[in-house]
């Protein structure tokens, strides 16, 4: 891996405006398409992590992150493969652990854990994660420029702000709800 932050995985050398729409794209995007197209329905999901978090969050964070990271010259164990490998492995175990959460509290059944929109969640939840947070660090150690690096720390806020909520009673948790 060269000492460039970028280069194990090019997005990050793209310019702003196309990472923004890859991340809504592959994130969002893909999942409401599936929800379409294989599942004959269109719904929201009651998780504000999605709908704000999703929508708006990662996407800003990802096109401010990709205006520090196309300017700097990394050096660091983030830009050494082992850790690359390191986070993406972490993220795969957080979204199967979420995964086997959501079944031992019954929230949901083995049948909903093979939708395909819920099936192809948990495999971009670890491409997503690994994105995220191998970018956080480019963002802590470069600030140049700063908007950029406020920007993307903001957008980040907005993911973990509505990450919390989805952990408060504001968020019905009825099992199966939104899938009827």
């Given at each position: 891996?060269?000492?460039?932050?970028?280069?194990?995985?090019?997005?990050?050398?793209?310019?702003?405006?196309?990472v923004v729409i890859f991340i809504f794209g592959?994130?969002?995007?893909?999942?409401?398409?599936?929800r379409r197209v294989f599942e004959g329905k269109f719904y929201w999901e009651r998780w504000w992590s999605?709908?704000?978090?999703?929508?708006i969050g990662l996407p800003v964070f990802a096109g401010f992150a990709a205006v520090v990271v196309s300017d700097?010259?990394?050096?660091?164990?983030?830009?050494?493969?082992?850790?690359?490998?390191?986070?993406?492995?972490?993220?795969?175990?957080i979204s199967f652990g979420l995964q086997v959460k959501n079944l031992m509290n019954g929230f949901f059944t083995w049948r909903d854990v093979?939708?395909?929109?819920?099936?192809?969640?948990?495999?971009i939840f670890g491409v997503m994660f690994y994105l995220m947070a191998t970018a956080i660090f480019a963002l802590a150690a470069?600030?140049?420029p700063i908007w950029a690096?406020?920007?993307?720390?903001?957008?980040?806020?907005?993911?973990?702000?509505?990450?919390g909520i989805d952990s408060t009673t504001l968020v019905d948790k009825t099992p199966g709800r939104y899938r009827k």
């Amino acid at each position: 891996m060269s000492e460039q932050f970028g280069s194990f995985f090019p997005i990050w050398q793209w310019p702003p405006v196309l990472v923004v729409i890859f991340i809504f794209g592959i994130d969002f995007g893909a999942i409401m398409v599936i929800r379409r197209v294989f599942e004959g329905k269109f719904y929201w999901e009651r998780w504000w992590s999605f709908r704000v978090g999703d929508t708006i969050g990662l996407p800003v964070f990802a096109g401010f992150a990709a205006v520090v990271v196309s300017d700097g010259e990394f050096t660091g164990f983030y830009t050494e493969l082992w850790w690359h490998l390191l986070v993406i492995c972490v993220g795969y175990v957080i979204s199967f652990g979420l995964q086997v959460k959501n079944l031992m509290n019954g929230f949901f059944t083995w049948r909903d854990v093979f939708i395909p929109s819920e099936a192809y969640h948990t495999v971009i939840f670890g491409v997503m994660f690994y994105l995220m947070a191998t970018a956080i660090f480019a963002l802590a150690a470069n600030h140049s420029p700063i908007w950029a690096t406020v920007g993307g720390f903001v957008g980040l806020g907005i993911y973990i702000l509505s990450f919390g909520i989805d952990s408060t009673t504001l968020v019905d948790k009825t099992p199966g709800r939104y899938r009827k």
